[in-house]
T-cell receptor, first 115, second 111 residues
Framework: GAGVSQSPSNKVTEKGKDVELRCDPISGHTALYWYRQSLGQGLEFLIYFQGNSAPDKSGLPSDRFSAERTGGSVSTLTIQRTQQEDSAVYLC?????????????FGSGTRLTVV | RKEVEQDPGPFNVPEGATVAFNCTYSNSASQSFFWYRQDCRKEPKLLMSVYSSGNEDGRFTAQLNRASQYISLLIRDSKLSDSATYLCVAQMYSSASKIIFGSGTRLSIRP
């Protein structure tokens, strides 16, 4: 597709369950970011993938969070044993290269609600 | 100290006014800069890149001051539709080249 695609758009899950969030970046984009945003708050960096380099996981809040990017394309963010404080919008962004003069494109996000 | 800092606002200005916000960055190695706009409950969207010589796009002007390590966004003749949160972004030229977002400045234009 022409843009960054995220699925599901909404997810309601029970506390303690695992969830998987998917991001399909723009074809050919080598850089991929995951952020989360709580209501009324700024973007919280989670993880960054750049080509074949080891990902920058410095933003992952706990070991319950993990992400992978298969074949340099689709990325999955997994949250294990979800907690209520994990409720937020999870945003994915992709860019065309290490230095992206044209900025990064965001998907419309996955709104996660943990009940 | 945050790597990219913005005044959270809110800035509340009348339609037609000129409004400006600044964003400071702490890492002098930062080389690329952008302004993004985020509407309520929407994803951020690129508004404009910021070039060393300054650049203009219609009513919007972006400037970079490397000596003082800040970028600015000026909006002239503001419209109701300009109401949004404006995020500034810095990126370093390094092996990581990670982009860093500010927390955003809220702008509200009143009729």
């Amino acid at each position: 597709g022409a843009g960054v695609s995220q699925s599901p758009s909404n997810k309601v899950t029970e506390k303690g369950k695992d969830v998987e969030l998917r991001c399909d970046p723009i074809s050919g984009h080598t850089a991929l970011y995951w952020y989360r945003q709580s209501l009324g708050q700024g973007l919280e960096f989670l993880i960054y993938f750049q080509g074949n380099s080891a990902p920058d996981k410095s933003g992952l809040p706990s070991d319950r969070f993990s992400a992978e990017r298969t074949g340099g394309s689709v990325s999955t963010l997994t949250i294990q044993r979800t907690q209520q404080e994990d409720s937020a919008v999870y945003l994915c962004a992709s860019g065309g290269g290490r230095i992206q003069a044209g900025g990064y494109t965001f998907g419309s996000g996955t709104r996660l609600t943990v009940v | 100290r945050k790597e990219v800092e913005q005044d959270p606002g809110p800035f509340n200005v009348p339609e037609g006014a000129t409004v400006a916000f600044n964003c400071t960055y702490s890492n002098s190695a930062s080389q690329s800069f952008f302004w993004y706009r985020q509407d309520c409950r929407k994803e951020p969207k690129l508004l404009m890149s910021v070039y060393s010589s300054g650049n203009e796009d219609g009513r919007f002007t972006a400037q970079l001051n490397r000596a003082s390590q800040y970028i600015s966004l000026l909006i002239r003749d503001s419209k109701l539709s300009d109401s949004a949160t404006y995020l500034c972004v810095a990126q370093m030229y390094s092996s990581a080249s990670k982009i860093i977002f500010g927390s955003g400045t809220r702008l509200s234009i009143r009729p």
